[in-house]
């Protein structure tokens, strides 16, 4: 059974530009998670999607976005680049209960 | 609200000894809890979770954890580390959504701790 994946693996920008980070889920599972990993702040809850709307979010400014599409896949969407804004995005999905399955993640610098 | 303390940002053992990663939550309604392992330039694997059934649960690679309510601990164990074990190890827990049903939630993590094995 294939795993989560996501892509791009590797994201350069520069400040003010926008990213865009793609996440599919494992086959079966409707929920999907974005967290950042940054350093020194460590994994912190960025967005959650389940059947195709946002059902929650953390405390990240409104030009963190995204959405879920018919097929579960998500799309991480992030605006006005900072230069902190650079981390490790990781997606995991879940299948209804609350074990989370993670992918590999994006890493996004930011220059 | 959910919370998750790991003691030890890092540790560092021999060989052949014993693993021992701290873990304590914090939480309003009864937790589930997990694991993760995270190599280099990886992503997060799933070690193991509790989830309100057995209090000792065993997991990958011959990990193990012990769910202990009087002292909101849910610590991690090896009996003998192996080089392929260096990693940082993550604990979470399960963030209950009221507004939701409070059956799904992201998870909260704690800080991780590296885990060094020396030859």
């Known amino acids: 059974e294939a795993g989560v994946t996501q892509s791009p693996t590797h994201l350069i920008k520069t400040r003010g530009q926008q990213a865009t980070l793609r996440c599919s889920p494992i086959?079966?599972?409707?929920?999907v998670y974005w967290y950042q990993q940054a350093l020194g702040l460590g994994l912190q809850f960025l967005l959650w999607?389940?059947?195709?709307?946002?059902?929650n979010r953390g405390n990240f400014p409104p030009r963190f976005s995204g959405r879920q599409f018919p097929n579960y896949s998500s799309e991480l969407n992030v605006n006005a680049l900072e230069l902190e804004d650079s981390a490790l995005y990781l997606c995991?999905?879940?299948?209804?209960?609350?074990?989370?399955?993670f992918g590999p993640g994006t890493r996004l610098l930011v220059l | 609200a959910q919370s998750v303390t790991q003691l030890g940002s890092h540790v560092s053992v021999s060989e052949g000894a014993l693993v021992l990663l701290r873990c304590n939550y914090s939480?309003?309604?009864?937790?589930?809890l997990f694991w993760y392992v995270q190599y280099p330039n990886q992503g997060l694997q799933l070690l193991l979770k509790?989830?309100?059934?057995?209090?000792l649960v065993k997991g990958i690679n011959g990990f193990e954890a012990e769910f202990k309510k009087s002292e909101t601990s849910f610590h991690l164990t090896k009996p003998s580390a192996h080089m392929s074990d260096a990693a940082e190890y993550f604990c979470?827990?399960?963030?209950?959504?009221?507004?939701?049903?409070?059956?799904?939630?992201?998870?909260?993590f704690g800080k991780g701790t590296k885990l060094s094995v020396k030859p």
């Open positions: 999607y389940d059947e195709g709307e946002e059902r």
């Open positions: 939480s309003s309604v009864p937790p589930y």
């Open positions: 979470a827990v399960s963030a209950e959504q009221m507004n939701y049903g409070g059956s799904q939630g992201n998870l909260i």
């Open positions: 086959s079966g599972h409707t929920s």
């Open positions: 995991a999905s879940s299948p209804g209960r609350k074990t989370q399955y």
């Open positions: 509790y989830t309100s059934a057995a209090t």
